[in-house]
Structure formats: structure tokens, C-alpha cells
């Protein structure tokens, strides 16, 4: 059996244990999604790279419609996600138009329990120039996972419309999370509380009332970033080679959200690697156009962020944006800038490599600081930053540009495992970040436990440990201003294998979640956000310079790199034995700590957990994994098979390190 099938019996069991607080069986015309499309997509997306979008050409209800173009397939439409759920049935009502004739189709697509993709019709009708009715009833099997649905044609790959779709069935989540104490009530008096959300996890009755119970903080999930913001056609007939167009069509539906419910929303992002078109580092904004010169990119970069705060401002004037992601994940874990590149899949960056350095870093900061609405807060965003060669980098380029006034904190992503980091290590990033006197936000947590399955032991362990260092550093004056978890249930996490969060795909309570909130005493449950006394850091102590730094490091007891490898070198625990020369014990595999015959994260958690003491390594692990020869293990040994497995190294790298 695999942990995975342990985890979705475990999290059946708690499905039974909890089935007091689901909704009654019999609730089978409660109204689960409805959708005018009058302020966005409602929830809709892509489904095969068209464009989906609120247009209010042609309506059925209200001023607005949802348009679907740009289709090169039958097959492509616009799909819904994590509503509806294996074995129910759903009452099925929408409208649709063609401008041409169609037959316009609702298609279910789920996974079946031998792990086929399965597409079944649900119901269709025709139209030609005039609204037509799609009414149907369906019953989603019992094997079914992954499962949506999305509006396509039956054939050709015309234009068309959708308007009014109403579902209904059996509501059959949690409302449990509703009868807590709201987190950000419990936390209010040390930070905000916030969760990532793209559309569609924020479009059913419950997720929309958690999110308003718990959250006083919402990130759009992937809807403001540069490829969901850029406009290729718009950019391209803006005809003068710099001022890329913006549209906000696919964050509308979020930020309405967050706009009508008053809830602060943390921008992401404006200048990264990832999700940013290549097109947009080329000439004419043509996908096959040469790469434009520094100059020009600049005049981008300014242009872009300009047109993003205009756009955030004109549509969205009532909003509190109250930070942004400037610039996000520049460096990798070894402290060195982000490669050059054309391939972002493949870790490499067009800023580093149009740039030539990490000038564009600071070129952002400026653009955001001259535009931004004035009190939203500027933050580098990065992932990682515990490893203590990354978190130097990140501190020293950060405090150069604290000194030029340009930035307002740091975000520590924080996507973490129950394996690594332990919460002494990431504490000594807190402490590290906190000597710059900025804010600190940890933005996108998620603890892992891909071994153990959800709420194991642990697990609530590791979120116990680390939100309480988190709680400790604020308490030492350290200006953390959010805690924000990716995300909202395991069910929709991008790594819901290993069940991260702190609510169940049915929105039932986690023990992860029981362990967040009994960090705080009931007695301080909504008093207001406090100041707490910070240790003295002054204006010269919290710009220093690299070697500057160093020397605070040692006598404030933050270590920096070599210090720790020197706490390694006596914390850590020796192999049992030590192989004489005649029972010397042969390498079976080169970086593989946990000898299963394989080399991935898991050896790179097992050697890093050896380093700080916390595991011993079997002599046999000890030999495939001591590159050094050193006889024990250390960090930059974990470092080169984490470059390995991520394939930036070989293995006659590993074996001449
Ligand atoms: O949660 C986001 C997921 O839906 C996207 O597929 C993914 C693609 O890059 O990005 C995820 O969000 C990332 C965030 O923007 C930056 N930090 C890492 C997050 C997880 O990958």
C-alpha cells in the first residue's frame, strides 16, 4: 500500500469521524456554483491555451458574458475545477451562443480508477446567433479523481459564448471551519493571516466563506503574474517596441473577491524568471523576435510596472494592495545569481541573461517605489533562503537596496518538508533578515509530509516548531507582518500529495491547523497588533556591508555559514564504526543516504538531518555519501547531490568532488 492510499484512507476516516458537521445528504438542490460573469470569469479558466475571458459584447443575463477564443481544437473551452466530487449528482444549467452554428457541449473529464483519462458529454445545444439552453443531469462515477468540466464545440474551433451556468447537488464539505475562532482574529494581535487562492479554489459557497472566516490576506495564486497580466496583441499594437499592454481580466474575479469582502491582497509578482512570456524579452514582443537589447528591456521593466499599478488603480481604487513581490526567486541555493537563459523550465533566467548581472533587480525596486500606490509595501520574494548561502546573498543584495530606500522587506516563500529544514535553521534566517530592521513576511508555507500522509505525527509537529519560531522572532522584535499559507485545502495545493495544508479537501480542520492556533493563548485571541520590544539595531548595524555583517553575526549569535559547519563538525553524529582499511565498505551508490538504490530529495533531507545531528547515518550511507572523504557528512556534500539530482551536475561530479 502506498503512503498516498494511506493518506486518503486516513483522510476517509476523518471524512466519517467528521460526519456530523457535513451538510445533510438530502441537500441535493443546494446551489454549489452560479455564474453571471460580470466581474471576471468566475472561476473558469483555459482548458487547452485559449482565451477566456468577461466581455460584455453579447449576454444573456446581467451586462456580461464569459468569451471564449482563440481556439485551435475542438476540444478547447473553458474549464471548472475542484467543485464537484466523485459518486454525486449535479443539476447542470447554462447558456450558450455562437455567432456562427455550433453545437456547444459540456464535457466531464476525470480520471477513472485505473488511472485512465476519461471525457464524457454531459449535455449540449445548439446555437446559431441566438442563446440556447444546456440542461442536464449527471452523475459523476464513484472511482472518479481530477475531476472538471469545461464548455467545447463539437467540432470546428469557432468563437463562442457562455452566460448564466448554474450547478446544483449535494453540498457534502465540512462547515466546521466555521465554528472556530478565526485565525486572523487568534493572530491579530501579531500579524496578518493570509492564503494563496487562484479562481477556481475561490468559487464555491464554502471556500468563499472560509476564506472570509479565516483570511485577512489573499495572494492570487498565479493570476498576477506576468504571463497571466501581459497582452501580446495589445503589446504589439501599441507599435513603439517598449510599453507592453496589461489586462487584469484573469485576476478581475480575486481581486473582486478580496475588494467586496475587505481583504488585503499581497501582489505576485512583477519580475521573475518563471511565468513571464518569452515574447517579452524579444523585439516587436514577436515570440520570434531577437532578444532586445538591456536598454530596451528597461524602458520594459519601467513600462510594465507602470501600466500594472495604473491598471491596479483605475479598476480597483477601493483595494488594499498592500504589498507587492517585486522580484522573486533571483538566486539558487548555492548564493550564485540565477544562470542566464532562455529556458526557464530549465532554471534559466532572460532578466539575468538580457542584464548580464543582477542590475534588474534593483531596476524593478525603482520602477514599483516611482508607481506604486504610496504605503504598499515592496518585498524580494524568494525561496530556500535558510540555506545559509542563499540567505547571505539574499541579505547582502537586499541590504544594498534598503540603503538606496528602496525596498520594505523580505518574503520567505517557505515551502517546507516535515524532514527539512528544522525550526532552529529557519529561525537563524528569521534572526539573520531581522538585523536589516525590514519587514518580514513569510508568504507561501506549505509543510509536507509525502512519507506519512496528512496530520501525521510529524507533521503537526513541524508546523507546531515552525510558526512558533516564527511567533518567538516576532516576539524578539523581529517586523513580521504576515504568515500566508499557499493555498487553502490539500485537495487544491500544487503539492497536494504531500498534504501541506491546514484544511482537508472537504474543508474539515486539520490537526495542523489545531497546532497554528494553540500557539497563541486564548487570552490574546483579538486583542490588536502589538509592537513588540526590539532588540536595539541601529541605522549603521542594519545597513551593514558583507564583511560588516560577519562581525554582528558572531557577536549576536546569528550564525553565518562556516559557523555552522563548525556546530556541524561538533554536533554531529558520528558514524558507529569506522571501516578499518581491510573491512572497508564499497560505495553502492554514489549520494544515496537512504539506500534504496535511488538518488533524490530524500537522501539530500537524510544527509542535511546527519549534518545537524538529528539522524546517523549507517556506514553504508555514510560511504555513498562522504564525497569529501572526511568521514562524516556535511552540508556542501548535500548541496552537490541536490545539484545532481536537479541536473546541474554528474556523477563523476559526485565521484571527483
Ligand atoms: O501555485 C502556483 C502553481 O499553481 C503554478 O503552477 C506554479 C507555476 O510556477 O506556481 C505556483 O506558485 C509559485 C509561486 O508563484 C512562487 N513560489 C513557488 C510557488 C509554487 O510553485
Not at 451538510?23 to 443546494?30: R, V
Not at 479554489?201 to 476564506?211: A, G, K
Request: proline share 3%; with cysteine; glycine share 6%.
Amino acid at each position: 500500500m502506498t503512503f498516498k492510499k494511506i493518506a486518503e484512507l486516513f483522510t476517509a476516516a476523518m471524512m466519517v469521524a467528521n460526519a456530523s458537521t457535513l451538510l445533510p445528504a438530502s441537500a441535493e438542490d443546494t446551489v454549489l456554483h452560479n455564474a453571471g460573469f460580470e466581474n471576471g470569469t468566475d472561476g473558469w479558466s483555459s482548458f487547452g491555451g485559449t482565451s477566456v475571458v468577461s466581455s460584455n459584447a453579447i449576454f444573456h443575463g446581467g451586462e456580461s458574458a464569459l468569451f471564449i477564443s482563440g481556439r485551435s481544437d475542438s476540444w478547447q473551452g473553458a474549464a471548472l475545477s475542484s467543485l464537484l466530487q466523485a459518486g454525486k449528482t449535479y443539476q447542470f444549467d447554462a447558456w450558450v451562443f455562437s455567432q456562427t452554428s455550433d453545437t456547444i457541449q459540456l464535457t466531464l473529464k476525470y480520471t477513472d480508477g485505473s488511472g485512465n483519462a476519461q471525457y464524457k458529454g454531459i449535455g449540449s445545444a445548439d446555437s446559431a446567433g441566438a442563446w440556447a439552453e444546456i440542461n442536464a443531469s449527471y452523475d459523476v462515477p464513484a472511482d472518479a479523481t481530477d475531476i472538471l468540466i469545461y464548455f467545447q464545440t463539437a467540432s470546428g474551433t469557432n468563437d463562442f459564448y457562455v452566460d448564466d451556468v448554474t450547478i446544483k447537488g449535494e453540498a457534502s464539505w465540512s462547515t466546521e471551519a466555521l465554528d472556530k475562532t478565526p485565525l486572523k482574529d487568534v493572530y491579530a494581535k501579531y500579524f496578518k493571516i493570509g492564503c494563496a487562492a487562484t479562481p477556481s479554489e475561490i468559487n464555491t459557497p464554502i471556500s468563499q466563506d472560509l476564506v472570509k472566516h479565516h483570511f485577512n490576506s489573499l495572494t492570487p495564486g498565479n493570476e498576477l503574474k506576468p504571463d497571466a497580466v501581459l497582452n501580446q496583441a495589445g503589446s504589439q499594437a501599441n507599435g513603439d517596441n517598449v510599453t507592453p499592454a496589461v489586462s487584469l481580466d484573469a485576476a478581475r474575479y480575486t481581486l473582486k473577491f478580496c475588494e467586496e469582502n475587505h481583504i488585503s491582497v499581497r501582489g505576485h509578482v512583477l519580475c521573475w524568471y518563471s511565468q513571464t512570456p518569452d515574447w517579452f524579452f524579444k523585439e516587436g514582443f514577436r515570440s520570434d523576435g531577437a532578444l532586445v537589447s538591456k536598454e530596451i528591456m528597461n524602458q520594459r521593466l519601467e513600462n510594465y510596472i507602470k501600466a500594472v499599478m495604473d491598471k491596479m488603480a483605475e479598476e480597483f481604487p477601493n483595494l488594499d494592495v498592500y504589498c507587492w513581490d517585486v522580484v522573486n526567486e533571483c538566486y539558487l541555493d548555492d548564493g550564485s545569481l540565477r544562470k542566464g537563459g532562455t529556458d526557464p523550465n530549465n532554471q534559466e533566467s532572460y532578466w539575468s541573461l538580457i542584464y548580464g548581472d543582477n542590475s534588474y533587480i534593483e531596476s524593478a525596486f525603482t520602477y514599483a517605489r516611482k508607481y506604486a500606490f504610496e504605503g504598499t509595501k515592496l518585498f524580494y520574494n524568494d525561496f530556500n533562503e535558510y540555506i545559509p548561502a542563499k540567505r547571505d546573498a539574499i541579505y547582502n543584495m537586499v541590504a544594498d537596496l534598503k540603503e538606496k530606500g528602496l525596498i520594505d522587506g523580505i518574503g520567505m516563500q517557505s515551502h517546507l518538508d516535515v524532514g527539512y529544514p528544522d525550526a532552529n535553521l529557519y529561525k537563524q534566517c528569521l534572526e539573520k533578515f531581522n538585523q536589516l530592521g525590514l519587514e518580514i513576511q513569510v508568504t507561501e508555507l506549505d509543510i509536507t509530509d509525502y512519507k506519512n500522509g496528512a496530520d501525521s505525527a510529524q507533521q503537526v509537529q513541524a508546523y507546531h516548531d515552525i510558526v512558533n519560531a516564527i511567533i518567538e522572532q516576532k516576539k524578539a522584535g523581529a517586523n513580521i507582518t504576515a504568515l500566508v499559507f499557499w493555498g487553502i485545502t490539500d485537495g487544491t495545493s500544487w503539492r497536494s500529495d504531500g498534504s501541506p495544508l491546514l484544511f482537508n479537501a472537504d474543508y474539515s480542520v486539520k490537526k495542523t491547523y489545531e497546532a497554528v492556533e494553540s500557539l497563541i493563548p486564548e487570552s490574546e485571541w483579538g486583542q490588536t497588533e502589538t509592537e513588540f520590544e526590539t532588540e536595539e539595531i541601529t541605522e549603521t548595524e542594519a545597513t551593514e556591508t558583507e564583511s560588516e555583517s560577519e562581525e554582528i553575526t558572531e557577536t549576536e549569535a546569528t550564525e553565518t555559514e562556516s559557523e555552522s559547519e563548525e556546530i556541524t563538525e561538533t554536533e554531529a553524529t558520528e558514524p558507529e564504526e569506522k571501516p578499518t582499511e581491510s573491512e572497508a565498505v564499497e560505495i553502492t551508490k554514489i549520494g544515496d543516504a537512504t539506500l534504496d538504490g535511488t538518488v533524490n530529495i530524500v537522501d539530500v533531507i537524510s544527509i542535511n538531518k546527519a549534518v545537524l545531528g538529528k539522524e546517523t547515518l549507517s556506514q553504508q550511507a555514510l560511504v555513498n555519501i562522504d564525497l569529501n572523504h572526511n568521514n562524516k557528512p556535511d552540508s556542501d556534500e548535500s548541496l552537490a547531490i541536490l545539484k545532481y539530482i536537479v541536473g546541474l551536475s554528474s556523477e563523476d561530479d559526485l565521484a571527483n568532488f
